[in-house]
């Protein structure tokens, strides 16, 4: 299983967010070592089509899963829509996308 971590230096939610991966990993049973990815400019964010510091991909798939067409770069915080805190996504969310990954489903 691919796991990655984007995000972008001056990001305050870096931390929680691999922090958080570490935990829904764990609870799973999953050992997957966490790639953790310094968007650097908005070249690198638009070849990545990152959307927001921190950004979480499970086999290379945003946990907030989004359509592709939707997604715009962005060299900024990113908010999640249903998350009790900011700048990460709820656990739910990491947990059904690692589920997904480990079943070979895709949203």
Do not use: W
Not at 3 to 12: D, H, M, R, W
Not at 35 to 40: A, M, P
Not at 41 to 48: T, V
């Amino acid at each position: 299983m691919k796991v990655e971590v984007l995000y972008v230096a001056e990001c305050p939610s870096h931390g929680a967010a691999v922090k958080l991966v570490r935990e829904v990993l764990a609870a799973q049973g999953v050992e997957a070592e966490i790639q953790e990815v310094l968007v650097k400019d908005g070249e690198m964010a638009s070849e990545l089509r990152f959307s927001g510091s921190p950004t979480i991909r499970i086999n290379g798939r945003d946990v907030a899963g989004e359509p592709e067409e939707a997604r715009s770069s962005a060299l900024s915080c990113r908010l999640y829509s249903g998350s009790k805190q900011a700048g990460l996504p709820p656990p739910e969310m990491v947990q059904r996308a690692v589920l997904e990954a480990r079943l070979g489903r895709r949203r």
